[in-house]
Every structure is written in C-alpha cells, then in structure tokens.
C-alpha cells in the first residue's frame, strides 16, 4: 500500500510541477497576448486530455483489483466453507462414539448385573 501512496504523491507532485513550470514559461515568453491564449487553450485541451487518460487507467486499474479482491474472497469463502464441513462432520463422528461408549455397558458393569 505504501508503494501506492508513494506513486500516487509523485503524480501529484509531477502534475504540479508540470502546471507551474508551463504557466511560468507563458508569464516569461516573448509573444503576444492573441498567442499566449491560444497556447493557453491548446495547453488545457492537451491536459484535459492527459487527465481523461490518467483517470480512464485508474478506473481500469480499480475494477481490475476490484476483480481480484472478489476472485480472492471467493476462495477463501470456499476454503472456509469446506473446513467448516469437516470439522461438523468430525464433531458429529465424535459425538456418535460418545453416544456409542454411553450406551454400550462396560464388561464390569456387566459381570455386576
């Protein structure tokens, strides 16, 4: 989980910069206002574009965790239930000998009668 977080703070951090260092550059470059706009707008589209894609790999990658953590809760639920059936059926074995030496008379109760 901690690579995670690392990753994700270094996406933030790389966006950031990304951001910062392009409108430093448009404050700083020698063009005209009619031109900075249109580099301004032809900046937004391309990084409305980079976010779009981002988001569609995280979705992706979300469903497909989502998908393991599902297939993984499955077997455990099949383990755990096919455990539980051993151990009711060795309880039920073990109550049925208990049963068994309560009912049968001991060889001394016998020879007493």
Same mark, same amino acid.
């Given at each position: =989980?901690?690579?995670?977080?690392? #990753? %994700?703070? #270094?996406?933030? %951090? #790389?966006?950031? %910069? &990304?951001?910062? &260092?392009?409108?430093?550059? $448009? $404050?700083?470059?020698?063009?005209?206002? !009619? !031109?900075?706009?249109?580099?301004?707008?032809?900046?937004?589209? !391309?990084?409305?574009?980079?976010?779009?894609?981002?988001?569609?790999?995280?979705?992706?990658?979300?469903?497909?965790?989502?998908?393991?953590?599902?297939?993984?809760?499955?077997?455990?639920?099949?383990?755990?239930?096919?455990?539980? !059936?051993?151990?009711?059926?060795?309880?039920?074995?073990? &109550?049925?000998?208990? =049963?068994?030496?309560?009912?049968?008379?001991?060889?001394?109760?016998?020879?007493?009668?």
């Amino acid at each position: =989980m901690s690579d995670r977080d690392e #990753f %994700g703070a #270094f996406l933030v %951090g #790389f966006i950031v %910069g &990304g951001l910062t &260092g392009a409108v430093v550059a $448009l $404050l700083f470059a020698p063009q005209s206002g !009619e !031109e900075t706009r249109a580099l301004i707008k032809d900046k937004s589209i !391309e990084l409305r574009d980079r976010a779009q894609h981002s988001a569609e790999e995280a979705l992706a990658r979300a469903e497909e965790l989502a998908a393991d953590a599902r297939t993984r809760a499955d077997e455990l639920t099949k383990a755990a239930r096919t455990r539980a !059936e051993e151990l009711a059926t060795e309880v039920k074995e073990r &109550g049925k000998s208990a =049963m068994d030496a309560v009912r049968k008379p001991k060889k001394s109760d016998e020879a007493a009668a």
